[in-house]
């Protein structure tokens, strides 16, 4: 799966959090990577640990949570604590994969999905693309601001350098209640059928109550994996 869900934030939204974002601490994004990945990293992330920060966290998390794509796609059961990345010029994520695990204590999540929020206008800035190795070939984003990419984490995938100005991104991590992808697929896309046929038939429907038991009946079936 790789998944680009259309304005996630209004330009309301992400003017408040560019804003809000030049008030946080940034560090060296090297201290949050594991193994190989610290080497080929070159970013800065904000630490959200911080009384401001912690706003923008719940604000941003509510916003991504909230999202009905997001959720029937992803069939989330935990989210990771989100991360902003600042990446200038000359700044790079190169090939790597994420963990399986992040966080730790109560808030370690297995990694079966990851998603980039891009905070940045596209105009804004040169390179910096998102490009995610799928079975499928590569798939390149960089797209408006207020989009979201959703991708496996098991997936190579890197953020090419950027050449021009700055890409500032939210990522985080989610842990799905359906552990097989292909499981989440099929629900997903039964997800779609409700919502086009929530248009096409009256509300009394007999179809309505029939695929609200399919979908039910499979999530018993595949969901705590």
């Not at 304005?7 to 974002?21: E, F, G, H, P, Q």
């Not at 080497?39 to 800065?44: P, S, Y």
């Not at 912690?54 to 796609?73: D, K, N, S, W, Y």
């Not at 960089?142 to 953020?159: F, N, Q």
Request: charged share 25%; glycine share 10%.
């Amino acid at each position: 799966m790789f998944l680009t869900i259309a304005n996630l934030l209004s330009a309301r939204d992400l003017a408040r959090v560019r804003k809000k974002s030049d008030t946080l601490n940034w560090v060296d994004g090297t201290r949050t990577a594991g193994g190989r990945a610290r080497a080929v990293k070159r970013n800065l992330q904000a630490n959200l640990r911080s009384v401001p920060g912690e706003a923008l966290h719940a604000f941003l998390m509510q916003a991504i949570t909230a999202h009905p794509v997001l959720r029937g796609a992803a069939q989330p059961h935990r989210y990771s604590r989100l991360m902003l990345s600042r990446t200038g010029e000359g700044g790079f994520y190169g090939r790597h994969v994420d963990n399986a695990q992040v966080g730790a204590g109560d808030e370690q999540v297995r990694t079966d999905l990851s998603f980039t929020l891009f905070l940045s206008e596209p105009e804004t800035y040169d390179g910096g693309e998102l490009v995610v190795e799928t079975q499928g070939g590569l798939h390149a984003a960089r797209p408006a601001a207020g989009d979201l990419v959703l991708y496996p984490s098991g997936d190579i995938h890197e953020v090419r350098p950027v050449t021009r100005g700055e890409r500032l991104a939210c990522i985080g991590w989610i842990e799905s209640a359906v552990r097989d992808p292909q499981a989440r697929e099929a629900l997903f896309e039964l997800e779609n059928l409700r919502a086009s046929l929530a248009g096409k038939l009256a509300a009394d429907d007999p179809g309505h109550l029939v695929l609200d038991k399919v979908i039910s009946n499979l999530l018993r079936r595949w969901s705590g994996g």
